[in-house]
């Protein structure tokens, strides 16, 4: 779409879901980067804190206003990047089709991306409808540095045996057209998947959580205003984080997003 004045309107948005329990600096490095890639692609990429995660463990998770608002307090200085707070509208889990479903009712005409890790791509089969989210957006996948190319691409092939090379989206990556015959992507609005190599920081949001609760510093693993609003709720989040992460200290799994 081009304005009156000759210039290109961003016809796209991006989305990037996680528990942001707490948010920290790799999922904002990690927006930030993609939000670069994408370029005048996208008008906003937009972060979107999970209500009731289906695949992970409620026990712990801080209360979905309280992660909203650590992301909001980032996301307001980050241009081109927003937070979503759709899926505490929902009840029940927060499966991923059915949000991409309420973006692409919301967005009918707009190209949508949604972003994910090597570690949760290669898990699409067990997500709810998970090898079916290409109906509605193209998917981003940003390979972990301990993943190896050929691994991701065998996933590709295991979930879409019919999957068609299509030329990069980005020039250190691979493209693939899982949505039927190969179309002109420039106007494809869905049924792509790109893959982005970008560094990943290796920062863990269970090592973040049993620092905070050991009272160990966490500078330059949290923004400032995100470690600002945990000492202000202290209270509350002790009451979450506590008990679960004495009992899982010694086994938590060190992960990103």
């Given at each position: 779409m081009t304005s009156r004045h000759g210039v290109r309107r961003p016809e796209g948005r991006a989305f990037l879901g996680g528990s942001f329990n707490p948010p920290h600096i790799g999922h904002f490095r990690l927006a930030i980067e993609i939000r670069e890639a994408l370029g005048d692609r996208?008008?906003?990429?937009?972060?979107?804190?999970?209500?009731?995660?289906?695949?992970?463990?409620?026990?712990?998770?801080?209360?979905?206003?309280?992660?909203?608002?650590?992301?909001?307090?980032?996301?307001?200085?980050?241009?081109?990047?927003?937070?979503?707070?759709r899926e505490a509208l929902r009840r029940g889990p927060s499966y991923t089709w059915d949000t991409l479903s309420d973006l692409r009712a919301d967005h009918p005409d707009e190209t949508l991306f949604f972003i994910l890790g090597s570690r949760d791509y290669e898990m699409l089969d067990s997500w709810y409808r998970g090898p079916r989210l290409p109906e509605l957006c193209h998917l981003i996948v940003v390979?972990?540095?301990?993943?190896?190319?050929?691994?991701?691409?065998?996933?590709?092939r295991r979930l879409w045996p019919d999957a068609a090379a299509i030329p990069p989206l980005f020039a250190d990556g691979a493209s693939?057209?899982?949505?039927?015959?190969?179309?002109?992507?420039?106007?494809?609005?869905?049924?792509?998947?790109?893959?982005?190599?970008?560094?990943?920081?290796?920062?863990?949001?269970?090592?973040?959580?049993?620092?905070?609760?050991?009272?160990?510093?966490?500078?330059?693993?949290?923004?400032?205003?995100?470690?600002?609003?945990?000492?202000?709720?202290?209270?509350?989040?002790?009451?979450?984080?506590?008990?679960?992460?004495?009992?899982?200290?010694?086994?938590?799994?060190?992960?990103?997003?």
């Open positions: 996208i008008s906003v990429l937009s972060l979107l804190p999970c209500a009731t995660p289906p695949h992970k463990e409620a026990a712990g998770l801080l209360p979905f206003d309280l992660r909203a608002r650590m992301v909001e307090s980032v996301a307001r200085h980050l241009p081109g990047i927003d937070c979503d707070r390979p972990r540095a301990s993943a190896a190319d050929a691994d991701v691409l065998a996933a590709t693939f057209n899982i949505c039927g015959a190969a179309t002109d992507k420039e106007r494809q609005t869905f049924g792509l998947v790109h893959f982005l190599h970008i560094p990943w920081l290796p920062i863990s949001a269970s090592d973040i959580r049993r620092r905070w609760l050991a009272g160990r510093n966490t500078d330059f693993l949290l923004p400032e205003t995100v470690a600002d609003i945990l000492h202000e709720q202290a209270s509350e989040v002790l009451k979450h984080w506590q008990t679960t992460e004495h009992k899982h200290a010694d086994n938590a799994p060190k992960r990103t997003a």
